[in-house]
Protein backbone atom coordinates (compact mmCIF):
# COMPACT_ATOMS: atom_id res chain seq x y z
CA UNK A 1 0.00 0.00 0.00
CA UNK A 2 0.99 3.29 -0.65
CA UNK A 3 0.78 6.65 1.41
CA UNK A 4 -2.64 7.85 -0.04
CA UNK A 5 -4.13 4.45 0.65
CA UNK A 6 -2.64 3.98 4.28
CA UNK A 7 -4.72 7.15 4.84
CA UNK A 8 -7.54 6.67 3.25
CA UNK A 9 -7.85 3.15 4.56
CA UNK A 10 -7.61 5.02 8.24
CA UNK A 11 -10.21 7.77 7.53
CA UNK A 12 -12.79 4.85 6.58
CA UNK A 13 -12.52 2.84 9.22
CA UNK A 14 -11.29 5.21 12.39
CA UNK A 15 -13.78 7.63 14.06
CA UNK A 16 -12.52 11.05 12.58
CA UNK A 17 -11.61 12.90 15.93
CA UNK A 18 -8.18 14.36 14.77
CA UNK A 19 -7.21 16.51 11.81
CA UNK A 20 -4.32 14.52 10.96
CA UNK A 21 -1.12 16.04 9.09
CA UNK A 22 -1.24 14.15 5.52
CA UNK A 23 2.30 11.82 7.04
CA UNK A 24 2.27 8.30 7.31
CA UNK A 25 5.30 7.56 10.00
CA UNK A 26 6.60 3.60 9.45
CA UNK A 27 9.99 4.07 11.99
CA UNK A 28 11.91 6.13 13.93
CA UNK A 29 15.72 6.06 15.01
CA UNK A 30 16.97 8.25 17.72
CA UNK A 31 15.41 11.79 17.37
CA UNK A 32 14.11 10.86 13.72
CA UNK A 33 11.40 9.33 12.29
CA UNK A 34 10.59 7.93 8.78
CA UNK A 35 7.30 7.88 6.80
CA UNK A 36 5.73 4.97 4.27
CA UNK A 37 7.95 6.90 1.32
CA UNK A 38 11.15 7.43 3.14
CA UNK A 39 11.52 10.97 3.79
CA UNK A 40 13.33 11.72 7.20
CA UNK A 41 12.02 14.15 9.76
CA UNK A 42 13.76 16.04 13.15
CA UNK A 43 11.21 15.38 15.58
CA UNK A 44 10.65 18.09 18.20
CA UNK A 45 6.99 16.98 19.17
CA UNK A 46 8.34 13.22 20.33
CA UNK A 47 4.60 12.44 20.15
CA UNK A 48 3.18 14.82 22.14
CA UNK A 49 6.30 14.54 24.47
CA UNK A 50 6.25 10.34 25.20
CA UNK A 51 9.10 9.74 23.41
CA UNK A 52 12.10 11.36 25.78
CA UNK A 53 14.26 8.73 25.83
CA UNK A 54 14.61 9.09 21.46
CA UNK A 55 13.40 6.04 19.03
CA UNK A 56 15.03 2.62 19.02
CA UNK A 57 16.49 2.96 22.34
CA UNK A 58 18.00 -1.11 22.09
CA UNK A 59 18.25 -1.40 25.92
CA UNK A 60 14.23 0.07 26.25
CA UNK A 61 13.69 -2.46 23.33
CA UNK A 62 14.96 -5.80 24.75
CA UNK A 63 13.68 -5.29 28.09
CA UNK A 64 9.83 -5.03 26.55
CA UNK A 65 10.96 -7.97 23.89
CA UNK A 66 11.82 -10.18 26.91
CA UNK A 67 8.84 -8.69 28.68
CA UNK A 68 6.35 -10.26 25.92
CA UNK A 69 8.25 -13.67 26.25
CA UNK A 70 7.77 -13.73 29.96
CA UNK A 71 3.84 -12.64 30.58
CA UNK A 72 1.72 -9.82 29.30
CA UNK A 73 -0.95 -9.53 32.09
CA UNK A 74 -2.30 -11.02 35.42
CA UNK A 75 -4.92 -8.88 36.29
CA UNK A 76 -4.44 -6.60 39.68
CA UNK A 77 -5.92 -10.16 41.55
CA UNK A 78 -2.06 -11.01 42.46
CA UNK A 79 1.28 -9.73 42.37
CA UNK A 80 4.24 -9.12 39.69
CA UNK A 81 7.85 -8.84 39.49
CA UNK A 82 7.70 -5.36 36.99
CA UNK A 83 4.98 -3.82 39.62
CA UNK A 84 6.99 -4.36 42.30
CA UNK A 85 10.24 -2.43 40.62
CA UNK A 86 8.15 0.23 38.77
CA UNK A 87 6.79 0.96 42.07
CA UNK A 88 9.56 1.30 44.01
CA UNK A 89 11.45 2.78 41.27
CA UNK A 90 8.65 5.81 41.22
CA UNK A 91 8.21 6.16 44.49
CA UNK A 92 11.99 6.85 45.09
CA UNK A 93 12.06 9.33 41.91
CA UNK A 94 9.44 11.50 42.84
CA UNK A 95 9.46 11.53 46.73
CA UNK A 96 5.69 10.52 47.12
CA UNK A 97 4.52 7.08 48.85
CA UNK A 98 2.00 5.26 47.21
CA UNK A 99 1.45 4.87 43.20
CA UNK A 100 -1.38 3.29 41.69
CA UNK A 101 -0.36 2.85 38.04
CA UNK A 102 -2.82 3.55 35.21
CA UNK A 103 -3.72 3.24 31.11
CA UNK A 104 -3.31 6.94 30.99
CA UNK A 105 -2.74 10.88 32.24
CA UNK A 106 -6.42 10.79 31.57
CA UNK A 107 -7.28 8.14 34.07
CA UNK A 108 -4.49 9.81 36.27
CA UNK A 109 -6.29 12.43 37.00
CA UNK A 110 -9.27 10.37 37.55
CA UNK A 111 -7.78 8.49 40.09
CA UNK A 112 -6.57 12.13 41.65
CA UNK A 113 -9.91 13.63 41.90
CA UNK A 114 -11.52 10.36 43.80
CA UNK A 115 -8.48 10.11 46.35
CA UNK A 116 -9.52 14.05 46.87
CA UNK A 117 -12.65 13.77 47.36
CA UNK A 118 -12.61 10.73 48.95
CA UNK A 119 -10.16 12.13 51.61
CA UNK A 120 -12.85 15.30 52.36
CA UNK A 121 -15.72 12.47 52.58
CA UNK A 122 -13.87 11.03 55.71
CA UNK A 123 -13.62 14.43 57.37
CA UNK A 124 -16.98 15.10 57.55
CA UNK A 125 -19.00 12.94 55.69
CA UNK A 126 -20.47 15.14 53.22
CA UNK A 127 -20.17 15.06 49.42
CA UNK A 128 -20.15 18.95 48.57
CA UNK A 129 -16.79 19.53 48.41
CA UNK A 130 -15.16 21.93 45.94
CA UNK A 131 -12.19 21.78 43.82
CA UNK A 132 -10.56 24.60 42.94
CA UNK A 133 -9.01 24.19 38.84
CA UNK A 134 -7.21 26.38 37.03
CA UNK A 135 -7.90 28.66 33.62
CA UNK A 136 -6.67 27.57 30.26
CA UNK A 137 -5.44 24.37 32.34
CA UNK A 138 -6.17 20.83 30.15
CA UNK A 139 -6.02 17.61 31.98
CA UNK A 140 -7.62 14.99 29.52
CA UNK A 141 -11.09 14.54 28.19
CA UNK A 142 -13.05 12.12 29.85
CA UNK A 143 -15.79 13.75 31.84
CA UNK A 144 -14.03 14.31 35.03
CA UNK A 145 -10.88 15.72 33.85
CA UNK A 146 -12.55 17.87 31.48
CA UNK A 147 -14.36 19.26 34.18
CA UNK A 148 -11.35 20.34 35.49
CA UNK A 149 -10.06 21.59 32.48
CA UNK A 150 -10.31 25.24 32.16
CA UNK A 151 -11.42 25.41 28.20
CA UNK A 152 -15.31 26.42 27.93
CA UNK A 153 -15.31 25.28 24.53
CA UNK A 154 -14.64 21.57 25.15
CA UNK A 155 -16.99 21.36 28.01
CA UNK A 156 -20.04 22.75 26.19
CA UNK A 157 -21.37 20.03 24.11
CA UNK A 158 -20.89 17.34 26.98
CA UNK A 159 -22.58 19.88 29.89
CA UNK A 160 -23.62 18.97 32.49
CA UNK A 161 -20.00 18.26 33.99
CA UNK A 162 -19.27 17.26 37.21
CA UNK A 163 -19.90 19.08 40.03
CA UNK A 164 -18.61 21.26 42.82
CA UNK A 165 -15.37 22.72 39.98
CA UNK A 166 -14.28 26.56 40.25
CA UNK A 167 -11.64 27.80 38.57
CA UNK A 168 -9.15 30.99 39.30
CA UNK A 169 -6.18 31.95 36.84
CA UNK A 170 -3.36 30.47 36.84
CA UNK A 171 -0.70 32.65 38.33
CA UNK A 172 -2.65 34.69 40.04
CA UNK A 173 -2.42 34.06 43.93
CA UNK A 174 -5.75 36.50 44.48
CA UNK A 175 -7.92 34.75 42.14
CA UNK A 176 -7.52 31.47 43.53
CA UNK A 177 -8.24 32.91 46.80
CA UNK A 178 -11.65 34.62 45.85
CA UNK A 179 -12.24 30.91 44.82
CA UNK A 180 -11.75 29.40 48.68
CA UNK A 181 -14.51 28.75 50.77
CA UNK A 182 -15.24 25.77 53.52
CA UNK A 183 -15.79 23.09 51.09
CA UNK A 184 -12.75 23.21 49.19
CA UNK A 185 -11.04 20.13 49.64
CA UNK A 186 -8.20 20.20 46.84
CA UNK A 187 -6.98 22.22 44.19
CA UNK A 188 -4.96 21.10 40.86
CA UNK A 189 -3.04 22.75 38.44
CA UNK A 190 -0.13 21.97 35.78
CA UNK A 191 3.23 22.82 37.47
CA UNK A 192 3.40 24.18 33.78
CA UNK A 193 0.17 24.54 31.68
CA UNK A 194 1.19 22.41 28.33
CA UNK A 195 -2.23 22.71 26.00
CA UNK A 196 -2.63 26.31 27.28
CA UNK A 197 0.05 27.38 25.77
CA UNK A 198 3.31 26.79 27.72
CA UNK A 199 3.18 29.03 30.89
CA UNK A 200 5.68 27.77 33.84
CA UNK A 201 3.98 28.46 37.29
CA UNK A 202 5.68 31.22 39.38
CA UNK A 203 7.56 30.25 42.30
CA UNK A 204 6.18 32.27 44.83
CA UNK A 205 2.47 31.59 43.06
CA UNK A 206 3.20 27.48 43.49
CA UNK A 207 4.44 27.98 47.14
CA UNK A 208 1.85 30.44 48.29
CA UNK A 209 -1.30 27.17 47.14
CA UNK A 210 1.32 25.21 49.40
CA UNK A 211 0.88 26.93 52.06
CA UNK A 212 -2.88 27.50 51.91
CA UNK A 213 -3.57 23.99 51.58
CA UNK A 214 -1.12 23.30 54.46
CA UNK A 215 -3.27 25.97 56.94
CA UNK A 216 -7.03 24.59 55.37
CA UNK A 217 -5.69 20.62 54.96
CA UNK A 218 -6.63 21.43 51.18
CA UNK A 219 -5.01 18.33 48.83
CA UNK A 220 -2.41 20.15 46.29
CA UNK A 221 -3.12 18.39 43.13
CA UNK A 222 0.06 18.77 40.56
CA UNK A 223 -0.51 17.35 36.93
CA UNK A 224 2.29 16.78 35.65
CA UNK A 225 1.59 14.48 32.85
CA UNK A 226 3.63 16.47 30.33
CA UNK A 227 5.80 19.15 32.20
CA UNK A 228 7.41 15.79 34.37
CA UNK A 229 9.89 12.80 33.63
CA UNK A 230 13.18 15.10 33.47
CA UNK A 231 11.23 17.57 30.79
CA UNK A 232 12.09 20.95 32.48
CA UNK A 233 15.37 19.34 34.12
CA UNK A 234 14.44 17.85 37.54
CA UNK A 235 12.98 14.69 37.25
CA UNK A 236 9.70 16.20 38.33
CA UNK A 237 9.09 19.67 37.74
CA UNK A 238 7.78 20.46 41.28
CA UNK A 239 11.38 19.76 42.53
CA UNK A 240 12.88 22.95 41.26
CA UNK A 241 10.31 24.79 43.42
CA UNK A 242 10.78 23.73 47.24
CA UNK A 243 7.30 22.66 47.57
CA UNK A 244 5.57 18.65 47.48
CA UNK A 245 2.20 17.83 46.18
CA UNK A 246 -0.27 16.08 48.11
CA UNK A 247 -1.36 14.13 45.14
CA UNK A 248 0.41 13.68 41.54
CA UNK A 249 -0.34 12.74 38.12
CA UNK A 250 1.98 11.14 35.72
CA UNK A 251 2.06 9.87 32.14
CA UNK A 252 3.60 10.19 28.88
CA UNK A 253 7.17 9.88 29.04
CA UNK A 254 6.61 7.57 31.74
CA UNK A 255 6.45 4.52 29.73
CA UNK A 256 8.15 6.53 26.61
CA UNK A 257 5.74 4.70 24.09
CA UNK A 258 3.72 2.23 26.54
CA UNK A 259 0.48 3.40 27.08
CA UNK A 260 0.91 3.77 31.11
CA UNK A 261 0.03 6.53 33.38
CA UNK A 262 -0.14 7.16 37.27
CA UNK A 263 -1.12 8.92 40.23
CA UNK A 264 0.85 9.15 43.38
CA UNK A 265 0.09 10.05 46.77
CA UNK A 266 2.18 11.19 49.83
CA UNK A 267 1.66 9.65 52.96
CA UNK A 268 -0.69 11.36 54.36
CA UNK A 269 -3.37 11.04 51.42
CA UNK A 270 -2.29 7.52 50.92
CA UNK A 271 -3.40 7.01 54.69
CA UNK A 272 -6.54 8.63 54.20
CA UNK A 273 -7.89 8.23 50.52
CA UNK A 274 -8.85 5.19 48.53
CA UNK A 275 -9.06 1.80 49.69
CA UNK A 276 -10.15 -1.84 48.45
CA UNK A 277 -13.76 -1.23 46.20
CA UNK A 278 -12.85 2.50 45.85
CA UNK A 279 -10.85 2.41 42.84
CA UNK A 280 -9.76 -0.17 40.27
CA UNK A 281 -8.52 -0.90 36.95
CA UNK A 282 -7.98 -4.55 35.10
CA UNK A 283 -4.98 -3.60 32.46
CA UNK A 284 -3.42 -0.35 34.93
CA UNK A 285 0.28 -1.68 35.71
CA UNK A 286 0.38 -5.12 33.92
CA UNK A 287 3.81 -6.35 33.31
CA UNK A 288 4.59 -5.12 30.26
CA UNK A 289 3.29 -1.56 31.35
CA UNK A 290 5.40 -1.81 34.66
CA UNK A 291 8.68 -3.53 32.73
CA UNK A 292 8.34 -0.36 30.65
CA UNK A 293 8.48 2.19 33.49
CA UNK A 294 10.85 0.43 35.56
CA UNK A 295 13.17 -0.08 32.58
CA UNK A 296 12.44 3.99 31.71
CA UNK A 297 13.46 5.05 35.25
CA UNK A 298 16.68 3.03 35.20
CA UNK A 299 17.76 4.48 31.99
CA UNK A 300 16.70 7.82 33.39
CA UNK A 301 19.83 6.76 36.05
CA UNK A 302 22.21 5.03 33.86
CA UNK A 303 21.85 8.13 31.49
CA UNK A 304 21.64 10.93 33.63
CA UNK A 305 18.85 12.50 31.36
CA UNK A 306 17.95 15.58 34.10
CA UNK A 307 21.76 16.42 33.97
CA UNK A 308 21.07 16.35 30.11
CA UNK A 309 18.10 18.24 30.06
CA UNK A 310 19.86 21.00 32.70
CA UNK A 311 23.01 21.10 30.20
CA UNK A 312 21.06 21.35 26.74
CA UNK A 313 18.10 23.50 27.58
CA UNK A 314 20.10 27.10 27.84
CA UNK A 315 21.48 26.29 24.53
CA UNK A 316 17.69 25.43 23.02
CA UNK A 317 16.45 28.89 24.70
CA UNK A 318 19.16 30.90 23.23
CA UNK A 319 19.01 29.36 19.46
CA UNK A 320 14.75 29.93 20.08
CA UNK A 321 15.71 33.92 21.72
CA UNK A 322 17.49 34.47 18.40
CA UNK A 323 15.02 33.19 16.37
CA UNK A 324 12.47 35.58 17.74
CA UNK A 325 14.86 38.47 17.07
CA UNK A 326 14.82 37.34 13.38
CA UNK A 327 10.95 37.01 12.76
CA UNK A 328 8.54 39.70 13.87
CA UNK A 329 5.67 37.39 14.22
CA UNK A 330 7.08 35.80 16.82
CA UNK A 331 6.34 37.84 20.02
CA UNK A 332 7.84 35.63 22.97
CA UNK A 333 9.33 32.58 23.70
CA UNK A 334 8.77 31.26 27.15
CA UNK A 335 8.81 27.37 28.77
CA UNK A 336 11.01 25.93 31.44
CA UNK A 337 13.79 22.88 29.86
CA UNK A 338 12.81 21.07 26.78
CA UNK A 339 9.45 22.26 27.39
CA UNK A 340 9.29 25.74 25.15
CA UNK A 341 6.52 27.87 23.35
CA UNK A 342 7.07 30.27 20.71
CA UNK A 343 4.19 32.87 20.95
CA UNK A 344 2.98 34.02 16.82
CA UNK A 345 0.92 37.24 16.58
CA UNK A 346 -2.24 36.93 14.25
CA UNK A 347 -0.45 37.71 10.85
CA UNK A 348 1.21 33.78 11.30
CA UNK A 349 -1.28 30.96 12.04
CA UNK A 350 0.67 28.07 14.27
CA UNK A 351 -1.35 25.12 12.14
CA UNK A 352 0.42 26.68 8.92
CA UNK A 353 3.86 26.68 10.36
CA UNK A 354 3.66 23.35 11.66
CA UNK A 355 2.73 22.11 8.10
CA UNK A 356 5.25 24.10 6.05
CA UNK A 357 7.67 22.56 8.95
CA UNK A 358 6.77 19.03 8.07
CA UNK A 359 7.05 19.59 4.64
CA UNK A 360 10.73 20.68 5.39
CA UNK A 361 11.05 18.07 7.26
CA UNK A 362 10.55 18.88 10.94
CA UNK A 363 8.20 17.68 12.94
CA UNK A 364 6.36 20.61 15.73
CA UNK A 365 3.20 20.63 16.98
CA UNK A 366 0.78 23.41 18.09
CA UNK A 367 -0.60 24.71 21.81
CA UNK A 368 -3.18 27.20 23.07
CA UNK A 369 -4.02 30.65 21.08
CA UNK A 370 -1.42 30.33 18.43
CA UNK A 371 1.60 28.91 20.19
CA UNK A 372 4.64 26.74 18.59
CA UNK A 373 4.94 24.41 20.91
CA UNK A 374 8.86 22.28 20.99
CA UNK A 375 8.63 19.28 23.24
CA UNK A 376 11.56 17.46 21.63
CA UNK A 377 13.22 13.92 22.99
CA UNK A 378 15.07 14.49 25.83
CA UNK A 379 18.30 13.19 24.19
CA UNK A 380 18.64 15.97 21.58
CA UNK A 381 21.99 17.48 21.12
CA UNK A 382 23.18 21.00 19.60
CA UNK A 383 23.42 20.38 16.33
CA UNK A 384 19.86 18.86 16.36
CA UNK A 385 18.82 22.34 18.21
CA UNK A 386 21.10 24.08 15.27
CA UNK A 387 19.04 21.80 12.37
CA UNK A 388 15.71 22.65 13.92
CA UNK A 389 16.30 26.61 13.95
CA UNK A 390 17.27 26.29 10.17
CA UNK A 391 14.07 24.77 9.15
CA UNK A 392 12.70 27.61 11.16
CA UNK A 393 13.98 29.97 9.70
CA UNK A 394 13.42 28.95 6.27
CA UNK A 395 9.81 28.16 7.15
CA UNK A 396 9.30 31.62 8.84
CA UNK A 397 11.05 33.33 6.19
CA UNK A 398 8.28 31.88 3.83
CA UNK A 399 5.33 32.59 5.87
Not at 295 to 309: A, F, K, P, Q, S
Not at 316 to 336: F, M, S, V
Amino acid sequence: MNTQEYIDLTEENVLHTYNRFPVVFARGEGVRLYDTDGKEYLDFAAGIAVYALGYGNKAYNEALKDQVDRILHTSNLYYNVPLAEASAALTRASGMSKVFFTNSGTEAVEGAIKAARKYAWLKDGKNDHEIIAMQHSFHGRSMGALSVTGHESYQTPFRPMIGGIRFADFNDIDSVRAQLSDRTCAIILETVQGEGGIYPAEAAFLQEIRSICDERDILLILDEIQCGMGRTGAMFAFQDYGITPDIMTAAKALGCGVPVGAFLLNEKTAARSLVPGDHGTTYGGNPLAARAVAEVLRLYEELDITGHVRAIAPYLEKRLDELTGRHACITERRGKGLMQGLQLDASCRVGDICAKALKNGLVVISAGENVLRLVPPLVITESDIDEMTEKLDRVFGES
